[in-house]
């Protein structure tokens, strides 16, 4: 339902082809659609653009850690997110040769013990849909924001490619949640500092059978390895190759990757005609880098717009949803208040959020540079696992540990916007 005098999407139109609001959110990611909710939610007329005309897309990463659960319950909606279709997984191994090592166990970690493998686009759906409820939520498809406008050496909104032609959507302050590939990151002329990734991850589907593992975990070979994540009727595959090696792999026959994938996980033999072809598998060109500033005058950039994230530990959705709540935590009240949003307040969310963010990344290149690039480079028989490590992961304690880092990170955000129905 649209406020009096504004559209559809909750923009007070000043003219056919511009649209005023006090919060345009770019990108209809796990961080825009938490932000665009959280401030509907909390009173704040909000538009969401998206450049997608659905959330239907694959290959996204699936998965919910205990972090975001706390979040979707803090805001009434882990009921709901429960009834989607999900996996929930408890703990996480590596299989090295026969042996499958225990690494990772969420057990015992309160208040949740578990994190959820749930399709991104259902997540989104639910995001959207409670965000419908609200009469101060926007959210346009099939829009791309393609450059900012610019006045006083401040942000004031965004340009748009919409089905309708060229529109104009002016804003109090812009957040940009476009993805690693930022259009408004890049339009704001900010600088990324790249940490440097080994490998790439090759990302396909394969059938999964009844009598196949019922774990989600990783598998190292002799140069190779893979993680594979059960989705009960199909298993996702993560096959990790060394950086830039896409191309070459790619002018191979698929048989090349089959062979190497059945020989890393002999169950998957059966069903590995099923990889008919190179256009069944997507490459994630991994990377690792941040901004040194994720804010400009009138912009604030989350997620992995401010910050892609390695692969490793499947953190992305999580710190972007993260990011989302400090800066709904941040941004909610001076924008029902129609107070300036100015450098401190954009600044209150990067001090916020670049520890923890520092944290993860810091952890991810050390593991990529003691454990990935090592694990790649490895002829002959497979790495070993140390005996003093291997007699300490017996322990669940132990186990405990990476589960709680990645699961929960470190500074956890609690929502502090409340429900507000009034019109700000
Ligand atoms: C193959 C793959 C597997 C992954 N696996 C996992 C995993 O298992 N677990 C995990 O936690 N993370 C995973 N990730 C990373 C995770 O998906 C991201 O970290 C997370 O989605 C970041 O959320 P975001 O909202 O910041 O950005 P994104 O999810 O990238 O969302 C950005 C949105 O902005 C839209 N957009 C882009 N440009 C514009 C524009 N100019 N105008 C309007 N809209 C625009 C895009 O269409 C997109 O919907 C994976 C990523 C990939 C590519």
Not at 218 to 247: C, F
Request: charged share 25%; hydrophobic share 45%; proline share 6%.
């Amino acid at each position: 339902m649209p406020l009096e005098g504004f559209d559809q999407a909750n923009t007070e139109m000043t003219s056919p082809s511009t649209s005023v609001t006090r919060c345009c959110i770019v990108g209809g990611g796990p961080a825009g659609m938490m932000l665009g909710y959280l401030l509907a939610r909390a009173g704040v007329p909000v538009v969401v653009l998206e450049k997608h005309a659905d959330f239907l897309r694959d290959f996204r990463g699936d998965t919910v850690h205990p972090s975001t659960l706390q979040v979707l319950e803090e805001i009434g909606l882990l009921g709901k997110f429960n009834r989607l279709p999900q996996r929930k997984v408890d703990h996480l191994g590596v299989r090295i040769g026969d042996r499958l090592q225990p690494v990772i166990d969420f057990r015992g970690l309160k208040p949740f013990n578990y994190l959820s493998l749930v399709p991104q686009w259902d997540f989104l759906d639910l995001l959207a849909d409670e965000g419908r409820r609200y009469p101060h939520f926007g959210l346009r498809m099939c829009h791309e924001a393609v450059g900012l406008i610019e006045a006083g050496g401040r942000v004031t909104g965004v340009r748009v490619r919409s089905p309708e032609g060229e529109v104009m959507v002016k804003a109090d302050v812009v957040v940009a949640c476009d993805g690693r590939h930022s259009t408004l990151c890049e339009a704001a002329g900010m600088t990324r500092r790249d940490y440097g990734a080994p490998m790439d991850v090759l990302w396909f589907r394969l059938p999964r059978k009844d009598t196949d593992p019922e774990e989600t975990f990783a598998i190292v070979g002799s140069g190779h390895m893979m993680v594979l994540l059960n989705r009960t009727e199909y298993w996702q595959a993560a096959y990790v190759v060394p950086k830039g090696s896409d191309e070459t792999l790619r002018a191979q026959p698929i048989d090349t990757l089959r062979d190497s994938v059945a020989k890393l996980a002999p169950f998957l033999a059966d069903f590995i005609r099923e990889l008919a072809s190179w256009d069944n598998v997507k490459t994630l060109v991994v990377r690792v880098d941040r901004l040194e500033h994720w804010y400009r005058p009138g912009l604030l950039l989350i997620g992995d717009a401010a910050h892609a994230m390695s692969p490793i530990g499947g953190v992305g959705i999580n710190l972007a949803i993260q990011d989302a709540v400090a800066a709904a935590n941040a941004l909610a009240p001076a924008l029902r208040e129609r107070k300036l949003i100015d450098d401190a307040l954009l600044r209150q969310v990067q001090h916020r959020r670049l520890p923890p963010t520092r944290f993860i990344q810091v952890l991810q290149v050390q593991i990529q540079k003691r454990l990935i690039t090592k694990a790649l480079a490895q002829s002959g028989e497979p790495p070993n696992v140390p005996a003093i490590l291997r007699w300490l992961l017996q322990f669940r304690v132990v186990r405990n540990i990476p589960a709680r880092l990645i699961g929960y990170g470190f500074r956890a955000e609690h929502v502090r916007t409340g429900e507000n129905l009034q019109q700000a």
